[in-house]
């Protein structure tokens, strides 16, 4: 071999090792990033697309190497649309933040993967123990963990100082039991000179999604409406009965809206002072406190044999159809997003309930409670909260016990008779899952 | 009426064809009432929310609620994105049906009626109904969130044939035939005298097709996700929250946003538009 | 039709020509519509599969359970209602707005543009502005009749006037659209036909009947099909307004298709559902296309 051969040789075995070099490392580079995409609803306003994207950057900062994209999707019910027909023609989200009672839906469309799978260390394991036992209510099923809370709710009791004030009533003292709670309305409804009513006592509205609200009569009086498993329900239990019968006869009585109430509009009445006492969700807390013109109270939904009321509000979950890698960077996502300091700004910004203790722990959720008392009463009525309703094929159950609530409201049908119907329509919608 | 005494009176009289003064109040009672909810729309979005349902006239302006508005979604994005839907949808539409129509009016095939009749099928169809199908199929053909995605579905409209058709029939076969003796071939012909004669049946399709399009909203949103191609009555929905109140005020005023360029356009151009459906060679 | 007017060769060499014309809207037609509704029809003769259990035959036990499905019955009804209501009445008022638009009447340009907004407002601008209205207490329509001492009413909230509500709705949103076709047809009419009327006498009921409404057939017919598409296709204000409620009241067929397709996820039923809806259309839509082709004179 001559000389210039040689080094000819040499030259381009340093070059292919280069170029071998650059290859290598490029094939490193161009290693995709792992994509995340997630759906979520927007149930509490346009600004809080922001704080979304804020946290999807946060989180791609710390962890470069996945890239999460989060993309709004609607109302709640839209966006299960989306995920579900998305889920069905074979390409899913990897993640999306769902209705906690779409927990049973998901699982038999096998949509879903269970979070034990990824819950390996210590810290995991108290990562899921920090969150609260009323919010895992719907989050667990069958032994396992199949949602994670983001935005969680419970429902809670708004009123009007200044006409508990007008009515002779302690504006301080909200009312705590059923008694108490008509003999308010009653002394809070106003009527013109012709007899029309101006002024509610009490409303609490019965439209989208009544069966909510319906909880809030029927946890107190000692009813639980759906077992655990989500395969049987309890419509025609006589407690059950009489909560409806009490919602009823506020009707009757003159001292609660005629008709179905629009969900919608109940914080606009209380702006307005149509009504003075609402139940509504602590979601629409920040909006209460920006809009009513006057001073309000916030408190727990009124008791009659224990006190409590359901949890409401969207978990995150983790798509089957995904790749491994891909669930791993969600889990990840979703274990940086629950964080006390992200929980905390979140619960700050929406209205929505701190989803762990630790997020209470934080400066920024003390101090905001310091200022803003009425933004804890949700959350010291965790300890008493329940599940919010939900079975299997939830969304045709629940329907049956929304036109039964409805019917009876309207005077169609009476209590005992809506409730006979809708046990009887719900009994052969589960037969199926028993 | 007398026929001899109406003569009389003169032909250029003609009083019992001219409106009474009865008609002008309830042409215009039915306007105003017609109106009223675009008026409190634009009442709503420049007022502070305490007025949006109470109607003193001494109340403060405010641009507040479009400020809300416009940071609460790209709108100017999905504004274009709408328009470049619309007119992307329109444009396919009017050439395929165009092209489809016109071998169902002039060409004799085996299988002609079948056809039309497999076309009159889409025509109570709505594409709405076999979401899920259809998602499907972009999702293989890779176009998920793309405007193409959202007008696929529609490109092939069996109102537009199903018009075309009707009007091309009727065009006398003399213009055919004049056509012909010019040398022209069938598609000279079809672009010479046939598409210029069925002018106002196009401006109609077009106006039905803009504002079905433009109002649209199921498919879009199961088939889009981002705001690269999402039209405007998906960005609008971020307004139609669950958990919150209605707030009128932010609602108006993103409505005044988007629906304002219209009304402005149908304002300048009404009497153009009008005419634009009569402008009609036959005549 | 006697002779094929196409020009060019033998009849195959036409046929060819004609099915390439064809092509590309057939194709996409069969692609997402044909292929989709043969699928739907498939479907509804299995049952729905849900996640790993696959869907198996049940022949017509679909169609059993909508047969006997209360909720079903209803939306049929309150559709045929609805469709009973918002077809007369909007292409009447339509037709009698187009009229009025066509007369000179002062500020007719305002009057138009007053009955066409509807058309360019989002429905879901309109669906809550509508809500506002149709609200207890200090909605529009309650500071009306209490300015006029009439007794509150819960408009959406009951049974008996939720569907009416959401008709009147339905109608405002579609009337102005339709007058645009009548207001084209009438100002296409040869002004000479009004003189001529004018110099027999004629009255202006007469001159409507005898003259405008003949001439107007066509339009009439295009206006109905696009009026009865709509009766059926027309729910998204349902969505904020009522979602059918209370207790079914104002549900429509469209909208229980959505609520058995899309949330309960019922994918079999609803395609059972869907099946029923799309033979009652097609009859119609056939219906009306023998009709124009008899009734219609163009030249």
């Not at chain 1, 895992?136 to 709710?153: A, C, E, H, L, V």
């Not at chain 1, 016990?401 to 052969?428: C, F, H, V, W």
């Not at chain 2, 305490?50 to 940071?71: G, K, S």
């Amino acid at each position: 071999m001559t000389m210039r051969r040689k080094r000819f040789i040499q030259i381009l075995a340093l070059q292919l090792a280069a170029a071998g070099g650059l290859l290598g490392s490029a094939a490193g580079h161009a290693q995709a990033p792992v994509d995340v995409q997630f759906y979520y609803p927007v149930a509490v306003g346009g600004p809080i697309a922001k704080t979304i994207d804020g946290f999807a950057e946060g989180f791609m900062k710390d962890n470069p190497g996945v890239k999460v994209t989060p993309i709004y999707a609607g109302t709640y019910q839209e966006t299960i649309v989306k995920a579900i027909t998305a889920h069905k023609s074979g390409t899913p989200p990897v993640t999306s933040v769902l209705l906690s009672t779409d927990m049973f839906t998901l699982i038999d469309e096998d949509a879903i993967v269970p979070f034990d799978g990824f819950i390996k260390s210590a810290e995991d394991k108290a990562w899921l123990d920090g969150f609260y036992k009323a919010f895992m209510m719907n989050s667990q099923s069958g032994g396992k963990t199949w949602g994670i809370p983001f935005q969680r709710s419970t429902v809670v009791m708004y009123w009007n100082k200044e006409l508990f004030k007008e009515a002779g009533l302690d504006p301080e003292k909200a009312p705590a039991n059923w008694a108490e709670l008509q003999a308010a309305a009653t002394k809070l409804t106003r009527k013109d000179a012709s007899g029309k009513v101006t002024q509610w006592g009490v409303q609490i509205p019965s439209s989208g999604f009544p069966y909510w609200l319906f909880q809030t009569l029927t946890t107190p009086n000692g009813a639980i409406l759906a077992n655990e498993a989500g395969t049987q329900v309890r419509f025609d239990d006589p407690k059950v009965v009489e909560a409806l019968q009490y919602w009823v006869d506020l009707g009757k009585a003159g001292i609660h809206p005629p008709g179905v109430v629009e969900w919608g509009t109940t914080p606009k009445d209380f702006f307005e002072k149509k009504a003075a006492i609402i139940f509504t969700t602590t979601g629409n807390l920040t909006n209460i406190k920006k809009n009513a013109g006057f001073d309000f109270g916030v408190g727990m939904i009124p008791g009659k044999v224990r006190k409590g009321s359901p949890t409401g509000g969207g978990n995150f979950y983790i798509f089957k159809k995904a790749s491994p890698a891909q669930q791993e960077a969600a889990f990840k996502f979703i274990q940086w997003v629950t964080q006390p300091e992200r929980a905390a700004q979140w619960s700050i910004e929406t209205g929505y309930v701190g989803v762990s203790k630790a997020a209470y722990d934080t400066a920024a959720l003390k101090k905001y409670g310091q200022d803003f008392p009425a933004a804890l009463v949700a959350r010291d009525q965790l300890p008493d909260s329940v599940a919010e309703f939900s079975t299997h094929d939830n969304q045709r159950v629940t329907k049956a016990l929304n036109d039964g609530l409805q019917a009876a409201l309207t005077g169609a049908k009476t209590p005992a008779q809506a409730m006979k119907d809708a046990q009887a329509e719900a009994d052969r919608i589960l037969r199926a899952y028993k | 009426m007398n026929p001899s005494s109406a003569t009389t009176r003169g032909v250029q009289r003609l009083a019992y064809n001219e409106p009474t003064r009865l008609d002008a109040l309830a042409a215009w009672l039915l306007a105003l009432l017609w109106i009223l909810p675009l008026v409190y729309a634009f009442w709503t979005a420049f007022h502070p929310a305490e007025y949006a349902t109470r109607f003193a006239l001494n109340a403060p302006l405010t641009l507040d609620n479009f400020r809300r508005a416009w940071e609460a979604a790209p709108f100017a994005r999905y504004f274009l994105n709408t328009t470049l839907l619309v007119a992307m949808i329109l444009a396919v539409q009017l050439v395929l049906a165009t092209l489809a129509a016109y071998a169902f009016a002039r060409y004799r095939f085996r299988g002609r009626n079948l056809l039309f009749g497999l076309v009159l099928v889409q025509l109570m169809i709505m594409p709405d109904i076999v979401v899920v199908e259809n998602y499907k199929s972009m999702v293989r053909l890779g176009l998920v969130d793309t405007l193409l995605a959202i007008g696929l579905p529609y490109f092939s409209s069996a109102l537009a044939i199903f018009l075309l058709r009707q009007t091309f029939m009727g065009i006398p076969k003399e213009l055919d035939e004049a056509a012909r003796v010019e040398g022209a071939s069938a598609l000279q012909t079809l672009w010479r005298v046939y598409v210029p004669l069925a002018r106002p049946v196009y401006t109609a399709f077009a106006l039905v097709s803009v504002s079905y399009h433009w109002n649209n909203f199921l498919w879009p949103l199961i088939v889009t996700n981002s705001p690269h191609a999402r039209p405007l009555t998906v960005g609008l929905q971020v307004f139609s929250s669950v958990d919150q109140g209605v707030d009128w005020s932010v609602i108006t005023a993103a409505t005044v946003m988007t629906s304002a360029p219209l009304l402005v356009a149908f304002l300048l151009f009404q009497r153009q538009f009008v005419q634009s459906f009569m402008r009609a060679g036959i005549k | 039709m006697a002779t094929p007017l196409a020009p060019g060769g033998s009849v195959s060499h036409r046929a060819v020509h004609a099915w390439l014309l064809l092509l590309p809207a057939m194709v996409l037609l069969a692609a997402f519509t044909h292929w989709p509704i043969v699928s739907t029809l498939f479907d509804s003769f299995h049952s729905t599969p849900r996640g790993g259990k696959p869907a198996v035959w049940v022949g017509l036990e679909n169609y059993q359970v909508m047969a006997a499905d209360p909720v079903f019955w209803q939306a049929v009804r309150n559709n045929l209602w609805f469709a009973g209501a918002t077809i007369p009445l909007s292409v009447g008022l339509a037709l009698v707005m187009a009229l009025w638009v066509n007369e000179r009447i002062a500020g007719r340009a305002f009057l138009r543009m007053a009955y066409f907004t509807p058309t360019v407002l989002p429905m879901i601008a309109v669906a809550n502005i509508w809500l506002f209205f149709y609200t207890p207490q200090y909605g529009l329509l309650e500071q009306i009749t209490g300015a006029l001492g009439l007794p509150s009413h819960n408009w959406l909230g009951s049974p008996s006037t939720a569907l009416g509500a959401v008709t009147v709705v339905a109608i405002w949103k579609e009337a102005g659209f339709f007058m645009i076709f009548y207001l084209a047809a009438l100002q296409g009419f040869s002004p000479s036909l009004r003189e001529a009327a004018a110099i027999e006498g004629a009255s202006r009921w007469y001159f409507f009947r005898r003259v405008q409404w003949p001439l107007l057939m066509p339009t009439t017919l295009f206006v109905l099909v696009n009026a009865f598409i709509n009766a059926f296709r027309t729910v998204d204000h349902l969505f904020i307004l009522t979602r059918g409620g209370p207790n079914n009241a104002s549900t429509l067929l469209l909208y229980h298709l959505y609520e058995v397709g899309f949330s309960f996820w019922d994918t079999a039923y609803a395609s059972a559902i869907t099946v029923v809806l799309v033979v009652v259309l097609v009859c119609v839509a056939l219906t009306q296309f023998f009709l124009l082709d008899r009734r219609v004179h163009y030249k």
